[in-house]
């Protein structure tokens, strides 16, 4: 099967998802969130984990030229699908590992949060820089993010947009594992796990993530928060700003 915004393999049990948009430094589109859960969902009964990541970058985030006169309701329907990938990934029967190389911002970030196991690199920088846009963090970044981390550190991140390199990242425990190749460790813990009882990895996974409701809630509700600031004109502004220096 081939795909326009990923690339995908199956090898020695795991399924691989690199995504393809490296000339946008992997920013996230909805056809790209449709994409990674049609080839999820090819992978769910014959791979026994899943490793996803971009080879340069992560992602930037979302893909800020999809903002461009975004009304309310569009943007709280475009937040909830980028809800339902992080919730897929959390429901997805197998580990899903992630490596993080270069740019991990905003969307990408958020949806590393709802991987399971998180390899970065260490010249990556991560950060939640939506605040810079007018907009609050999406797929999890209020919700998610201040259960990894601590409401405190998530604040300073969301409420400054800096980005901190990965040494920073793995003191806040932003991220899992360091790793100078972190696409080979990932695939070394994949290699580790196929090789446990398949059901209990299974279920290992569903115990862990059986705060799924609440969670759920809680996304909805950050959603609409995101869709109001798009009633916001300073919120227009600085979108317009950021597509005007493309020249568009
Ligand atoms: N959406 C759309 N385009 C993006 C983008 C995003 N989130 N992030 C970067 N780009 C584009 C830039 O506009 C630029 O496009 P161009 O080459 O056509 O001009 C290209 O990617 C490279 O970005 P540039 O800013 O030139 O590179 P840089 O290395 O100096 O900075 C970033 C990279 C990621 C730090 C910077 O682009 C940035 O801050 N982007 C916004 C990130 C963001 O706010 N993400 C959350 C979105 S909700």
Do not use: W
């Not at 999809?66 to 197998?94: C, I, P, S, V, W």
């Not at 950060?127 to 300073?156: F, K, S």
Request: overall charge negative; charged content about 25%; aromatic content about 8%.
């Amino acid at each position: 099967m081939s795909y326009a915004t990923i690339e995908t393999e199956e090898k020695d049990g795991t399924g691989f998802i690199y995504f393809n948009r490296e000339e946008h430094l992997n920013t996230v589109t909805v056809e790209m969130v449709d994409e990674i859960m049609k080839a999820l969902s090819n992978m769910e009964e014959n791979c026994r984990s899943i490793v996803i990541g971009g080879r340069k970058n992560f992602s930037a985030g979302a893909d800020i030229m999809q903002f461009k006169d975004m009304g309310t309701m569009k943007a709280y329907e475009f937040h909830r699908k980028l809800n339902d990938l992080a919730l897929y990934f959390r429901e997805f029967k197998r580990p899903i590992i992630s490596f993080l190389n270069g740019y991990v911002l905003g969307g990408g970030l958020e949806l590393s949060l709802s991987t399971d196991i998180r390899v970065c690199s260490r010249d990556a920088l991560l950060g939640q820089p939506e605040i810079n846009l007018g907009i609050n963090a999406g797929a999890g970044g209020n919700v998610i993010l201040p259960e990894v981390i601590g409401r405190n550190r998530a604040l300073y991140m969301v409420l400054t947009g800096e980005k901190i390199p990965a040494a920073t990242a793995y003191d806040f425990g932003l991220v899992d594992i360091i790793a100078t190749n972190p696409l080979d460790e990932a695939i070394r813990i994949a290699t580790t796990i196929n090789n446990k009882p398949e059901n209990t990895v299974i279920l290992a996974k569903r115990a862990v993530n059986s705060t799924e409701n609440k969670v759920k809630k809680d996304l909805d509700y950050e959603a609409a928060l995101f869709g109001i600031l798009f009633s916001e004109k300073d919120t227009q502004d600085r979108i317009n700003n950021f597509i005007k220096r493309k020249g568009i």
